[in-house]
């Protein structure tokens, strides 16, 4: 049995940035589901460690943790010397920039893309109606920061620079369910963004992760 276990659902947008950092480092783990629809997060046992009840929580041996983007921080550190190098941690100007990238992920991407997804794909899982004028004003700030990281690209194949980073791979689960809706061609119509995307999504990590929940 594997020491690290994350408790989630594997195409929860979290928990895979969660596995897609695992499978990237090469280290084993244990699935163990939890099922949102009967309300599992939100039961003592599970708020005893994420108090929020939110997917994913990780263990590792006498250490819990949730938040994915910090789970993910502390996977790339402790195995730093094992799988791919994410937080590019022999070079201080380059885990700076992984540091500034990681920041405009959580900061500057994530509120507008997660909330798309949100108004297209979840609601429409629970039969709720999309809110077209919320989706209209997200995708704006969306183009907004995506004509900033198609600047970027123009000069490096990475958002950190000329390597892939923990940067680059926070970004994959929410564009993966944003790519499944119309408004792909926020991402499809920028050349560069769109390379990077085609890039970094069909690594083998992130396609395990897909094919581990049938997708």
Known sequence: MAAVKVYGLPLSTCTARVLTCLIEKGVEYELIPIDLSVGAHKQPAFLAKQPFGQVPVLEDGDITLFESRAIASYVSYKYKDQGTDLLRLGNIKETALVGVWAEV???????????????????????MTTDQAVVDAQSEKLGKVLDVYEARLTENKYLAGNFYSLADQNHIPYTFFLMKTPLASLINSRPHVKAWWEDISSRPSFQKVLANANV
């Open 105 to 127: 992920e959580s900061q500057q991407y994530n509120p507008p893309i997660s909330t798309i997804v949100y108004e297209l794909v979840i609601k429409g899982m629970y039969g």
